[in-house]
């Protein structure tokens, strides 16, 4: 139920509101002495040996790790990355981000209260003043400098604080006052420390190479049905139309342009199309899945080229859940390699074939673009709606967009594009619609459409299409 309320907050807020409900259970039990046993708390009865303690622990910890491993490298932590990343990039890719961030809340929170059991039961002792919220503090700054990303990070930050504590220690000694007082100012700098730095911590997520598949993936097959529709769409903003009685349709194997100038409303009508917003007029009737590109490029910097596409394809895995990547059963590293070898496919028809264990960060602008449009592509979407995909782009890059754009008509999509570069809309799109602020101005092929005077005076000026 905690878990549910708090995985729709912000990373930040949720470190915050876990840590103040923590604070809060420890006072609550203070203050119901005949739960918690008061100040002297509740003596437990005698369990395994100190040492057996220990080697339980360590036994725990190693599983622990290799299970971080192991999901971190499945469709569970590819796509809980991308959505920590960009959360509405995965959205749109299909990323069920709250409940995945619910899962993970519960699984973590599972091994924090397992560590947290054994824990008591060493000390022979459930005394609920021994565990403040210092104590959570510490953690999650261990957490944070050992670097969230890597399965050895906590190790690290725990060996780090460990050094904060002798070094606490040495001064307390040298200005013979309690060490207690230094430990909480120097976390508190370390703290400080890494977040200045970014927050990466001293430990990255390693840099992987996926293994394909022995034979080829084969390309997706024609698409048989593909069209996307809206009828009378409208959307206001309180006194603000963004969008008013708009009619479109695109059917399979055509690309449509929808131009306009800066607030035209182009944007809103994707996110209708999409049904990420929901129109105050009008109707969308579509056949076939829908993905969506942003507007802004927003790809996962922490991920590479190929691991984009598996975000992308892991909805469509029968094999890729939870449990069976944990396990990492026979079905689900065969899948995983199929998977992967159809994603290089992919990426070599993007023209990123040589970058596919590149990160995403590292790519140009252009070539992160493409990738958007590739892993909307690998959802197995039969209706792509591209919002701007040559932002930015140069002569030779909108060319090589318009190769793309044409290769995925011939494959039967209904392509839906926002652009403002009119060279790629003449191109690719025979057919195009104009808006002005939130209104069609012009119907037909871009010949006609650069003719009509409303739209030179809204958004071309004096040029034509």
Same mark, same amino acid.
């Given at each position: 139920?905690?878990?549910?309320?708090?995985?729709?907050?912000?990373?930040?807020?949720?470190?915050?509101?876990? +840590?103040?409900?923590? +604070?809060?259970?420890?006072?609550?039990?203070?203050?119901?002495?005949?739960?918690?046993?008061?100040?002297?708390?509740?003596?437990?009865?005698?369990?395994?040996? $100190?040492?057996?303690?220990?080697?339980?622990?360590?036994? @725990?910890?190693? =599983?622990?790790?290799?299970?971080?491993?192991? &999901?971190?490298?499945?469709?569970?932590?590819?796509?809980?990355?991308?959505?920590?990343?960009?959360?509405?990039?995965?959205?749109?890719?299909?990323?069920?981000?709250?409940?995945?961030?619910? $899962?993970?809340?519960?699984?973590?929170?599972?091994?924090?209260?397992?560590?947290?059991?054994?824990?008591?039961? @060493?000390?022979?002792?459930?005394?609920?003043? *021994? /565990?403040?919220?210092?104590?959570?503090?510490?953690?999650?700054?261990?957490?944070?400098? %050992? %670097?969230?990303?890597?399965?050895?990070?906590?190790?690290?930050?725990?060996?780090?604080?460990? @050094?904060?504590?002798?070094?606490?220690?040495?001064?307390?000694?040298?200005?013979?006052?309690?060490?207690?007082?230094?430990?909480?100012?120097?976390?508190?700098?370390?703290?400080?420390?890494?977040?200045?730095?970014?927050?990466?911590?001293? @430990?990255?997520?390693?840099?992987?190479?996926?293994?394909?598949?022995?034979?080829?993936?084969?390309?997706?097959?024609?698409? #048989?049905?593909?069209?996307?529709? %809206?009828?009378?769409?409208?959307?206001?903003?309180?006194?603000?139309?963004? &969008?008013?009685?708009?009619?479109?349709?695109?059917?399979?194997?055509?690309?449509?342009?929808?131009?306009?100038?800066?607030?035209?409303?182009?944007? $809103?009508?994707?996110?209708?199309?999409?049904?990420?917003?929901?129109?105050?007029?009008?109707?969308?009737?579509?056949?076939?899945?829908?993905?969506?590109? &942003?507007?802004?490029?927003?790809?996962?910097?922490?991920? $590479?080229?190929?691991?984009?596409?598996?975000?992308?394809?892991?909805?469509?895995?029968?094999?890729?859940?939870?449990?069976?990547?944990?396990?990492?059963?026979?079905?689900?590293?065969?899948?995983?390699? #199929?998977?992967?070898?159809?994603?290089?496919?992919?990426?070599?028809?993007?023209?990123?074939?040589?970058?596919?264990?590149?990160?995403?960060?590292?790519?140009?602008?252009?070539?992160?673009?493409? !990738?958007?449009?590739?892993?909307? /592509?690998?959802?197995?979407?039969?209706?792509?709606?591209?919002?701007?995909?040559?932002?930015?782009?140069?002569?030779?890059?909108?060319?090589? !967009?318009?190769?793309?754009?044409?290769?995925?008509?011939?494959?039967? =999509?209904?392509?839906?594009?926002?652009?403002?570069? =009119?060279?790629?809309?003449?191109?690719?799109?025979?057919?195009?619609?104009?808006?002005?602020?939130?209104?069609?101005?012009?119907?037909?092929?871009?010949?006609?459409?650069?003719?009509?005077?409303?739209?030179?005076?809204?958004? =071309?000026? *004096?040029?034509? &299409?």
């Amino acid at each position: 139920m905690t878990g549910a309320g708090f995985v729709r907050l912000s990373r930040g807020l949720v470190a915050v509101s876990t +840590w103040i409900l923590a +604070w809060l259970v420890a006072l609550a039990l203070s203050a119901f002495p005949s739960v918690s046993g008061g100040a002297q708390g509740l003596l437990l009865p005698e369990g395994p040996s $100190t040492t057996a303690h220990y080697e339980l622990a360590l036994a @725990l910890v190693a =599983l622990a790790a290799l299970a971080l491993v192991a &999901l971190a490298r499945g469709p569970f932590g590819l796509r809980l990355t991308a959505a920590r990343d960009r959360r509405a990039a995965a959205a749109a890719l299909g990323v069920p981000v709250p409940r995945l961030r619910l $899962t993970a809340f519960v699984a973590s929170a599972a091994v924090g209260g397992l560590a947290g059991g054994l824990s008591v039961q @060493l000390a022979g002792i459930a005394d609920a003043a *021994s /565990y403040r919220p210092y104590l959570s503090f510490k953690l999650f700054v261990a957490v944070l400098i %050992g %670097g969230a990303a890597s399965a050895a990070g906590a190790f690290v930050g725990i060996v780090v604080l460990g @050094l904060v504590s002798v070094a606490a220690d040495a001064v307390g000694a040298v200005e013979n006052v309690s060490s207690a007082r230094f430990h909480p100012l120097l976390t508190s700098v370390l703290l400080l420390a890494v977040l200045s730095l970014g927050g990466e911590g001293l @430990l990255r997520a390693p840099r992987r190479r996926r293994l394909a598949a022995a034979a080829r993936a084969e390309a997706r097959d024609t698409v #048989a049905r593909a069209r996307i529709g %809206g009828r009378g769409l409208t959307k206001r903003y309180g006194d603000l139309v963004a &969008l008013e009685e708009l009619d479109i349709d695109v059917g399979a194997g055509e690309i449509v342009a929808l131009i306009g100038p800066n607030g035209s409303g182009k944007t $809103t009508a994707l996110r209708l199309l999409a049904g990420t917003e929901r129109p105050d007029g009008g109707t969308v009737d579509t056949d076939g899945r829908i993905a969506r590109t &942003l507007q802004a490029t927003a790809t996962f910097g922490e991920l $590479t080229a190929v691991e984009h596409l598996l975000v992308a394809a892991a909805r469509r895995r029968r094999y890729g859940g939870f449990a069976r990547t944990l396990l990492a059963t026979p079905k689900a590293r065969a899948e995983e390699a #199929a998977a992967t070898g159809r994603a290089l496919e992919i990426l070599r028809r993007f023209g990123l074939g040589d970058r596919a264990d590149t990160p995403a960060s590292e790519l140009a602008g252009a070539d992160q673009r493409l !990738l958007m449009i590739a892993a909307a /592509y690998e959802t197995g979407a039969s209706v792509l709606l591209l919002d701007e995909p040559s932002a930015g782009a140069a002569h030779a890059e909108v060319d090589r !967009l318009a190769r793309v754009l044409a290769g995925l008509r011939a494959d039967g =999509l209904a392509i839906l594009v926002v652009e403002h570069n =009119l060279r790629l809309v003449r191109t690719v799109s025979p057919r195009v619609v104009a808006l002005d602020a939130g209104r069609v101005i012009a119907r037909g092929t871009p010949e006609q459409v650069g003719a009509e005077p409303a739209v030179r005076r809204a958004y =071309l000026g *004096s040029q034509t &299409l």
